[in-house]
């Protein structure tokens, strides 16, 4: 069965630190990843998606995220985090049936001025 | 930009009320979905849609039910409100067009059954 794991329930960085939230899946096929966030009292917005070809996606609010198929991970990155980027963050993968998306537990993201 | 709206931010309802939840979305779009989200259970998926007047049952349909008669309108439906429903509720949207194809949300309607 596809699942997707995010091993950090809570993050917690300081204004200007790099980021890196970690995303891992588990299915057979070639995966279609997805990151999304969540501010609060908000629906999910996309970041950014992965179906092919460079394993570099770039996103917005200059987010980026690497595919490594060898890991079955899709970590989601940002060199230097600003206050308003405190949120919840949702990786997702596409499951076997045509269009049901499996989405993580969730990383919660907050940032120390 | 792809927008997906919900008829209410809020909504306070009884226990045994019949409640429904709108959603509509402007970009002709094949698929509409209604997740719940609730602390520590991440987004379920309660019911989804790929056609008018077509449905499919998600991970927790139970007490809920779906209806799309337009293609840009999908409503859920609790047919008889029960305090286990108080929740956030997202909308979403996707095109039919490819499995690379994401999903677009809604603000969310915190429902409240008292």
């Known amino acids: 069965a596809q699942s997707v794991t995010q091993p950090d329930i809570h993050i917690t960085v300081s204004e200007g630190a790099s980021l890196e939230l970690r995303c891992n899946y588990s299915?057979?096929?070639?995966?279609?990843l997805f990151w999304y966030v969540q501010s609060p009292g908000q629906g999910l917005q996309l970041l950014l998606k992965y179906f092919s070809g460079d394993t570099l996606v770039q996103g917005i609010k200059g987010f980026e995220a690497e595919f490594k198929r060898s890991q079955s991970s899709f970590n989601l990155r940002k060199p230097s985090v600003h206050w308003s980027d405190a949120a919840e963050y949702f990786c997702a993968v596409r499951g076997a049936s045509y269009d049901k998306v499996i989405f993580g537990p969730g990383t919660s993201l907050s940032v120390i001025p | 930009d792809v927008k997906v709206t919900q008829s209410s931010r809020y909504l306070v309802k009884r226990t045994g009320e019949k409640v429904f939840l709108e959603c509509v979305q402007d970009?002709?779009?094949?698929?509409m979905f209604w997740y719940r989200q609730d602390p520590g259970l991440g987004l379920r998926l309660i019911y989804f849609?790929?056609?008018?007047?077509?449905?499919e049952k998600g991970d927790i349909p139970e007490g809920y039910s779906v209806s799309r008669e337009k293609k840009e309108r999908f409503s859920l439906i609790l047919e008889s409100a029960s305090t286990n429903q108080t929740s956030m509720y997202l909308c979403a949207s996707s095109s039919g067009q490819g499995k690379h194809q994401p999903q677009h949300f809604g603000d969310g309607t915190r429902l409240s059954i008292l």
């Open positions: 849609s790929y056609d008018v007047k077509m449905k």
């Open positions: 970009m002709d779009h094949e698929n």
């Open positions: 299915y057979g096929a070639t995966p279609y």
